[in-house]
């Protein structure tokens, strides 16, 4: 059974998730969202306190507040950032998306150096991760689907009682509702939704209460 850790990271609260398994160590690093030394010292001593060893580098998409660690990230441990490149464009003009939010820093474009797609099986931590491609918040958003330790990790699609915003570039508010309707909602009840703000929820508790689906 894989581990999960969240930390709640900078100005628009991003969790950022350390999923790992415990014999091997072998870790993945999603939505980091450091913004400063101090947030990546957190993630960096947690790492090293309990022996973990970075191998994947995923962003369920790539709006700037869940790209602001990548390129820290990359070059202390070496990983490459995986997406989709449906939401490479944002990555790219990630200084123009801090200007946007008025936002008094420069931030780094980031790209995509392994692309993730509708279907593809990524291995974390020896369990087979299902990508689910989700678009409507962002071109780009997926899902990582974990079928053996019965989570999702949803990013900005699925929110405890919420959806994800769709008014930002590239967002479609009927591709959003369609696409949680057909490969969340169609998941296992118990499915347990680790969003990219806020708290946990699970599938069966936002079919039955959650108003915008």
Request: net charge negative; charged share 25%.
């Amino acid at each position: 059974m894989l581990e999960i850790k969240t930390f709640t990271f900078n100005m628009f609260g991003v969790n950022t998730y350390l999923v790992w398994n415990p014999q091997t160590k072998e870790t993945a690093i999603i939505d980091p969202g450091m913004i400063s030394k101090r947030e990546e010292k957190e993630i960096e001593d947690f790492i090293a306190d309990n022996g973990l060893k970075p191998v994947h580098l995923i962003n369920t998409h790539m709006h700037l507040d869940h790209i602001f660690g990548d390129r820290w990230v990359a070059d202390r441990y070496g990983v490459k950032v995986k997406a989709s490149t449906d939401d490479e464009f944002l990555g790219r003009q990630a200084p123009a998306q801090a200007r946007m939010f008025s936002l008094p820093m420069n931030a780094e474009p980031v790209g995509v150096d392994e692309p993730l797609r509708d279907g593809d099986r990524i291995d974390i931590g020896g369990e087979d991760v299902h990508i689910l491609a989700v678009p409507g918040h962002s071109p780009g958003s997926i899902v990582l689907y974990f079928p053996e330790s019965g989570w999702a990790i949803t990013g900005d699609v699925l929110f405890e009682g919420s959806i994800g915003r769709t008014d930002l570039v590239g967002g479609n508010h009927r591709l959003l509702i369609e696409g949680i309707r057909k490969k969340l909602m169609t998941l296992p009840s118990s499915t347990i939704v680790f969003p990219g703000h806020g708290n946990p929820t699970s599938i069966g508790r936002e079919k039955s209460g959650n108003p915008y689906i």
